[in-house]
């Protein structure tokens, strides 16, 4: 009978042994969170993945130190690198990042700062389309998050910049040099391309940025972009001169809003910081 007895105590003891190992890698965990945090906030980055891979090992339910090791990996992502050999441990590290925040999102599917992240990398190593595809989902969790409608009408902007540029270098034209009086020569050469290429681009980035603005009226840079997204609205024109005076006057409108925009937010930043001014 005593020999019975001793079987549950025994079980008792072990598993008393394992919770308090376990609690032990918890804290373990914790403190190379923090230290992870100090070193990525000192930009020192591989000391930085190091304490989080340890946390991680030592915790695999600690979302933030997934979190913080994929954001210190995109950190590490250098956007436009050219140079192929370069460019292969940039896209390892771009890899490594969007990993990191898919395993957050493992846990936390609605987490948007790893859909947020996952962009971010798609946008630095010019994925367009995935990164459109992810702020996206932002806004089907978060459909008032300025900042994504933002996002994606600069995606839509970049990408149809870059085709109004190269179209209109093969038919000899510099970009900027368009105006009311060469219209007609761009509808001849370049207009019906363009507008294959760049209509629905022009659309969808209009449209996501009127939202950002929106949501937040004194958003500046998202009026800066409506400008230009109007900017490449006229190329579109094709030879109408009166459709392409409404969208360069429209562009100029909106440049004139990001300026009252940027009046707006000064005149606050202003009066908050000589509010607590007392004259004797």
Same mark, same amino acid.
């Given at each position: 009978?005593?020999s019975i007895?001793?079987?549950?105590m025994?079980a008792?003891?072990?598993?008393? =042994? =394992? &919770?308090?190992?376990t609690?032990?890698? +918890?804290?373990? #965990?914790?403190?190379?969170?923090n230290?992870?945090v100090?070193a990525?906030?000192? %930009?020192?980055?591989?000391?930085?993945i190091?304490?989080?891979?340890?946390a991680i090992q030592?915790?695999?339910?600690l979302?933030?130190a !997934?979190?913080?090791? #994929? %954001?210190t990996?995109m950190?590490?992502?250098?956007?436009?690198?050219v140079?192929?050999?370069?460019?292969?441990?940039? =896209?390892?590290?771009?890899q490594?990042?969007i990993?990191g925040?898919?395993a #957050?999102?493992?846990?936390?599917?609605?987490d948007? $700062?790893?859909?947020?992240?996952?962009?971010?990398?798609?946008?630095?190593?010019?994925?367009?389309d995935q @990164? +459109?595809?992810y702020q996206?989902?932002?806004?089907a969790i978060a459909?008032n998050? &300025?900042?994504?409608?933002?996002?994606?009408?600069?995606?839509?902007w %970049?990408? &149809?910049?870059?085709?109004?540029?190269?179209?209109? @270098? @093969?038919?000899?034209?510099?970009? $900027?040099?368009?105006d009311a009086a060469?219209v007609?020569k761009?509808?001849?050469?370049?207009?019906p !391309?363009l507008?294959?290429m760049?209509?629905?681009?022009? $659309?969808?980035?209009?449209?996501?940025?009127?939202?950002?603005?929106a949501?937040?009226?004194?958003?500046?840079d998202?009026?800066?972009?409506?400008?230009?997204?109007?900017?490449?609205?006229s190329?579109?024109d094709?030879g109408?001169?009166?459709?392409?005076?409404?969208?360069? @006057?429209?562009?100029?409108?909106?440049?004139?809003k990001?300026?009252d925009a940027?009046?707006?937010?000064?005149d606050?930043?202003? #009066?908050?910081?000589?509010?607590?001014?007392?004259?004797?």
């Open positions: 009978m005593k007895a001793r079987i549950p025994a008792g003891a072990l598993l008393l =042994l =394992l &919770a308090s190992t609690g032990c890698k +918890k804290l373990e #965990a914790r403190d190379h969170l230290k992870g100090e990525y906030k000192a %930009t020192h980055y591989e000391e930085a190091n304490h989080f891979q340890q030592d915790d695999p339910t979302t933030d !997934k979190n913080y090791l #994929a %954001t990996y950190y590490m992502v250098v956007p436009n690198l140079d192929p050999v370069e460019n292969k441990d940039n =896209l390892a590290n771009a490594h990042a990993d925040f898919n #957050a999102l493992q846990q936390s599917p609605d948007v $700062n790893a859909l947020k992240g996952i962009a971010t990398v798609y946008f630095n190593i010019d994925k367009f @990164a +459109k595809e996206k989902k932002v806004l459909p998050d &300025a900042t994504a409608d933002y996002t994606i009408g600069v995606i839509d %970049t990408v &149809a910049y870059k085709n109004a540029r190269e179209v209109m @270098a @093969a038919a000899g034209q510099q970009i $900027n040099d368009v060469n007609p761009l509808d001849k050469k370049v207009c !391309k507008d294959q760049n209509s629905d681009l022009v $659309n969808e980035g209009l449209k996501y940025l009127l939202n950002a603005v949501v937040n009226p004194d958003y500046e998202a009026m800066a972009y409506i400008n230009l997204l109007y900017r490449r609205k190329d579109l094709c109408d001169l009166n459709a392409f005076k409404a969208d360069r @006057a429209s562009a100029d409108q909106w440049t004139q990001a300026m940027r009046k707006r937010i000064e606050k930043k202003n #009066a908050a910081h000589s509010g607590g001014v007392t004259m004797n």
